[in-house]
């Protein structure tokens, strides 16, 4: 499954859009998502060894170029494309919303998946996190001209369910498992339970919104085309940066990754807390469209950023 993966998660797109179109009862399974997701990290967090967090959190000149990334870069590129859609003001600040708000959960899945270094973007998450929350009030009315007030909870709530527990867990088993055998069972069944997880929690996120998003469609195309193009250019600008800091492959890689990769899942309850219903309908085809990038770009990397780099 693992030699597998990117049309493995692609086929769970397809079959949660099939459930989804099939039973419209479907969009029950939305709270479904955060414990699906929360299981996924936990695996992958069992596959970090913990030492190497704290060296990656001294890695000053990664922290540097993601947050210069993340926070410079993407924000200019994000007004420029944006542009293309101002005129719906519900699409413009549901594309906006999304796009400002790098991942902090499942680009550590694709990071693994590129042999990126994943984990240096799990130290930094924490990082990445509080920034956005802070960052989020300010970039947001300059990108839609509106002011949106910005609540702090999806955000806390993600600290603590995606990334505090699942750690803290993922520590004790890791721990536990150096001394007793079921210990070290589970954390094997984890660790194969990772792409089946993986493809669970697309399908639930896909078949949850997809009445929704089809009710909505026309409105939404623009969006989708908008995100495509991001995922493109941001990939490509990252990696011509990346090659001009000289940056080795690894932690190269997992600049492109981060830039690519958007905290949906973080923002959808922000979004769902919105006047305008259209705002989280753009998050979950943000969704989509990125799944089917990053299942590309997985492949695409190691040609694009390839060997080991000198390390800076």
């Given amino acids: 499954m693992e030699r597998h993966q990117a049309p493995l998660l692609l086929a769970a797109v397809a079959a949660g859009a099939l459930l989804g179109l099939l039973l419209p009862q479907a969009a029950g399974l939305a709270p479904a998502i955060t414990p699906l997701l929360g299981l996924v990290l936990l695996a992958t967090f069992l596959a970090v060894p ?13 922290l540097l170029l993601l947050g210069a990334v993340n926070f410079v870069l993407v924000p200019a590129l994000v007004w420029a494309l944006t542009r293309l859609v101002a005129h719906d003001a519900a699409v413009l600040l549901g594309a906006a919303l999304v796009l400002l708000t790098p991942c902090i959960d499942y680009v550590i899945v694709f990071a693994r ?4 270094a994943a984990e240096r973007l799990l130290a930094a998450a924490p990082v990445l996190l509080v920034a956005q929350a802070l960052l989020l009030p300010v970039l947001l009315p300059l990108i839609t001209g509106r002011h949106v007030e910005v609540e702090p909870e999806p955000f806390v709530e993600a600290l603590l369910l995606l990334i505090v527990l699942p750690l803290l867990l993922a520590a004790a088993l890791q721990w536990a498992a150096a001394r007793w055998r079921p210990a070290r069972s589970a954390e ?15 399908l639930v996120v896909v078949a ?17 085309g908008l995100f495509a193009v991001f995922a493109v250019a941001v990939a490509l600008l990252v990696a011509l940066l990346v090659r001009l800091a000289r940056v080795d492959a690894p932690r190269g890689r997992a600049l492109v990754l981060s830039a690519v990769t958007r905290n949906s899942l973080v923002v959808l309850p922000l979004a769902l807390a919105l006047p305008a219903p259209l705002v989280p309908l753009v998050v979950v085809t943000q969704t989509v ?18 060997g080991e780099r000198t390390r800076g």
């Fill in 113 to 116: 998946m590129a042999g990126a």
């Fill in 289 to 306: 469209v990125e799944l089917v990038a990053l299942s590309a770009l997985v492949r695409l990397l190691p040609a694009l950023l390839p």
């Fill in 50 to 62: 913990f030492r190497r967090l704290a060296e990656s959190l001294r890695d000053w000149r990664f």
């Fill in 208 to 224: 949850s919104q997809l009445a929704a998003i089809g009710a909505a469609l026309p409105r939404l195309l623009p969006a989708a």
């Fill in 188 to 202: 094997s069944g984890l660790a194969a339970a990772m792409v089946p997880l993986m493809m669970a929690t697309l």
